[in-house]
């Protein structure tokens, strides 16, 4: 299986998603700061992948420490997390991942030579939770698919976006596995093209026929083709629901609403942030206005100096969610009520 993320012993090695369809370049990444330039520049992208990434390169900046104290050690550690945590700040994981490590390097006694170590297998530890996670949402989501099904998907899910198979584009890998006949529509996904550089090049790769629509094209597609779901993933869920994920999901969920097609969101946990209460709360990135003012960086499409607005994600309202699928189970409506359980039982307990 195609490894998004690879620790190799002496680094960490990424595919170069920027370089996907054209070709499969990886780069061995060495330094903390190598780790924050490939993830802001989404050369490794995708919630979970980047909460992973994340995990290593702070080991990376770690290892070449040498505090004599073990304070102090924690106190840098603290202090390159919250440095990789600014890489990108709408996907919760990244945090999610540094917290973690931080958590519980605060609960070791280990000396301060062996921290580092520490801090290495917690991320290794990490990064094989996260495969597992994957499988187990593939699993509850392709119960919901029957053969036949045409499925739509936005922004890439797959095993570029997480360390495993993926979480809605996993549930796809899921149902084929299982012999499931399902026809596969893509999100081209603008501006940054997710969906037809990434999604394509990995349904390709696995052999499964896909059909690459434009994101303007998706209400034709839920009109004409008789969609039967849509499966996206996400970046951030808040605690009422309501879904961060790539810009066009929520242009998909009202389609959907309207066309009467069954919406769902496929996260692990470690993508709900219990801390906010809603959408509203969740930070949108907005990046260069250069992404959308010319093709991948080389094309110009607009007139010069064209005044631009790039936010990366946008926040579906829970209301328009049919089914939130974890590795835990789906949780459906009410989301409120049903993940205030999960709240109580996962994180408080
Ligand atoms: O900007 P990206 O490419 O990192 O955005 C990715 C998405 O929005 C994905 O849908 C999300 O991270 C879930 S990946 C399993």
């Avoid at 009422?240 to 242009?251: F, L, R």
Wanted: with cysteine.
């Amino acid at each position: 299986m195609l490894k998004s993320i690879e620790w190799t012993g002496r680094s960490l090695r990424i595919i170069d998603q920027t370089e996907i369809p054209s070709c499969l370049v990886y780069k061995d990444l060495n330094t903390i700061e190598e780790v924050f330039e490939a993830i802001q520049r989404l050369r490794v992208r995708g919630a979970p992948a980047i909460g992973i990434a994340a995990a290593y390169g702070l080991y990376l900046g770690l290892r070449t420490l040498e505090e004599e104290n073990r304070d102090d050690f924690i106190a840098k550690a603290r202090h390159y997390a919250e440095y990789l945590s600014q890489a990108r700040p709408t996907a919760v994981n990244l945090g999610w991942a540094l917290n973690r490590i931080l958590s519980d390097l605060s609960k070791l006694n280990s000396g301060v030579r062996i921290l580092p170590v520490e801090v290495l297998e917690i991320a290794q530890y990490l990064h094989q939770d996260d495969i597992e996670r994957c499988n187990k949402i593939g699993e509850y989501g392709s119960e919901l698919i029957e053969d036949g099904m045409t499925i739509l998907t936005h922004c890439n899910t797959g095993l570029l976006a997480t360390t495993g198979i993926g979480t809605a584009l996993g549930i796809i890998y899921t149902a084929r596995k299982k012999r499931k006949k399902i026809t596969v529509l893509v999100d081209e996904t603008r501006p940054l093209l997710q969906g037809a550089r990434l999604t394509m090049w990995e349904l390709h790769e696995a052999g499964i026929p896909a059909t690459l629509i434009t994101d303007g094209m998706a209400a034709y597609a839920l009109q004409k083709r008789k969609v039967d779901m849509v499966i996206v993933g996400a970046d951030r869920i808040a605690k009422n629901g309501d879904v961060a994920n790539k810009i066009g999901t929520y242009n998909l969920a009202v389609n959907c609403r309207y066309h009467r097609v069954p919406f769902y969101v496929a996260a692990p946990l470690s993508s709900f942030d219990f801390l906010i209460n809603s959408g509203d709360q969740i930070p949108i990135e907005e990046r260069s206005c250069q992404e959308i003012t010319d093709v991948l960086g080389r094309i110009a499409i607009t007139v010069k100096g064209a005044n631009c607005w790039n936010p990366a994600f946008d926040v579906t309202p829970a209301n328009l969610i049919k089914g939130i699928i974890t590795e835990g189970g789906i949780y459906r409506q009410p989301l409120l009520k049903t993940l205030n359980k999960l709240n109580k039982i996962t994180y408080q307990n």
